[in-house]
Each structure stands twice: as structure tokens, then as C-alpha cells.
């Protein structure tokens, strides 16, 4: 379907609240009908998805681990057995976006550790069927299109018991790659726009999600960018989830310039690209509002 055709798909819903003007040129819209399966497109897509099934491409495309050799590391693997008791409903009732965060709280390196490792970490394998003993696919906590996790996890840590800075999260040795020392309090505040409605500058830490988006068209096509997307909702809500039985405050964020985060990472912005942005911070006790207004 092309724009004009959308447009006329259109015309079929007049006096719908949203104007047609909305959806003019949508690029969302063009990209979605083309990569809708239909039963000829599934036929021909599907025939390309069982060729990416071949010893020589799944040896290289089960393991993306992107690793950045020679930096300072962070073991976190002592730390990966101490996880929250709270039950799972009360955890999904109570979660709600915090915004305002306690500036003196220090997260703990457990703490750390278990909203990396419990949300995207590597925590098991499994044996790729036509490859033998030589390549695996490493399993997370969150479902993956196809086993091939596209994200990759960097986080600013802020206030910690580890120096302030920007590391890079290994998810297969569950560590952490220190990439820059330093705050970057202001830099955040300044190429994410959440303030004033979100104190990004109290907050203990603030992750950033990329991704590698050929990890997934590889195999899917363009469909795989809806892949991509969808992990990485997953990923934000185990994320939000986790901070809450940690009794951690979060906030996912979409108004970030993405070419700037894309410069503060590091990365290209096209093979791999900002997706996702979740500041977490200690919460401000109802005790503490009232001593601080008295
Ligand atoms: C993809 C996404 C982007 C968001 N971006 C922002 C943001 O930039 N600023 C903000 O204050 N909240 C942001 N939020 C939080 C929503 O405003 C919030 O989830 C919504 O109002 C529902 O409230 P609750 O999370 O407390 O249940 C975002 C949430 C999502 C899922």
C-alpha cells in the first residue's frame, strides 16, 4: 500500500475524530502496511526465514554480544542471587511513573544488578539445533523474535558505590564496561528533554537502550524493526517492574534527542540507535515531603 492508497483507506472513516490531516505522509502508517503479513508475503518472508537457518549463520548470529575490550569491568555476579520477595500482582498494581526522586539515595550494586540481570542478563542456554555443541543461544528473562536480542544495555550510573559514569552492560558475563567516568548530570538533562516534569538530575541512575537493528532484519525483514520495538517495550516494562519490587521509583522516556544520546553512547545512530530511556531514583517517602515542607 502507498500513501495515496492510505489516504484513500482513509476517506472510508469520515467523521472519525482524528483528522485526516494526521496521518497525511504518515510514515508510520506506510511503514506498517508494508509489513503486514498477508498469506503470499508469510509464504515468500517464511521461505527466507527457514534459509537464515544454516549452520554457518546461526554459528554468528546467536552471539551478540557486543563487548568493548580493554575497559575497566564491574563483576556483578555476586550480587545476582539477592532478588526482591515482592508478589508479582501487588508489584504490577503498585507500579506507577515517579518522576521525583530522592537525590541522596545510592544504589546499591545489587540493586543494579538485578534490574540488568533479571531484565535482560543472560541466564540460561540453549543448543542450537543444527549447529552441535559449538554455538548456543543464550535465553533472558524476556521473549526475543526469533532468539536473536537486538538490545543492547548502557547505564548511567549517578549515585552508587561505584565511580558516577557511563558503562556498557555485558549481558552474557553479567558485568559491567566503564566507558566514561564522570557526571553527566547536566549532558543527560540537556539532550533528553523530561525536565522539569522529571528531575532526571536526582535520579540514581538512568538506563539507555539501544538497537542493533540488523540483528533482527537479518532474518525478518522489515518486519523485524517491529521486533525490535516490541522487545524493547518488553524490556522497559521487566525494567519498571523490577524497580518496584525494589521499591525504586522509574520513568520510561520518549522525549530524548536521539542523535545527541546516540553521540553521548557512542554509537552510529543507524545499525545501532537509542530506543529507550528509563531513569530510576529512590523514592521520596511521604515522611520526608512533610519534613522537607516543615
Ligand atoms: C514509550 C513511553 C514514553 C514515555 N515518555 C515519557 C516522557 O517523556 N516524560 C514523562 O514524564 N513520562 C513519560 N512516559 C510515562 C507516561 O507518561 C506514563 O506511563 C503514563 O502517564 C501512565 O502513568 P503510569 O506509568 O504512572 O501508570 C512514557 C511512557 C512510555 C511507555
Redesign the pocket.
Known sequence: MNIKEIKNKYLEKDGCMYGRRNIEDSLALLYHENSKFTSHSARVEGQKIMGFNNPFVNKRAYQPYKCYPGTKRVDLNDYKDTVPQKELVATLNQ?????NYNPTYKISLSEITTLLYQSYGVNNSQELYNVGREAHMGLRNVPSGGGLFPLEMYVVIQNSHIPSGLYHYRTDLNELECLKEGDFKDTLAGI???EP??QIRDASMVMLVTGVVERSIIKYGDRGYRFMLQES?EV??TV?LLGEALDLGS??????LDDKVNEFLDVDGVFESIN??IVIGGKIKQEECHEKDS
Open positions: 507500579r506507577r511513573s515517579v518522576r533528553i528533554q523530561a516534569y522529571v517495550g522497559a516494562q519498571s520513568c520510561i522516556l520518549g522525549g530524548y529507550n530511556i
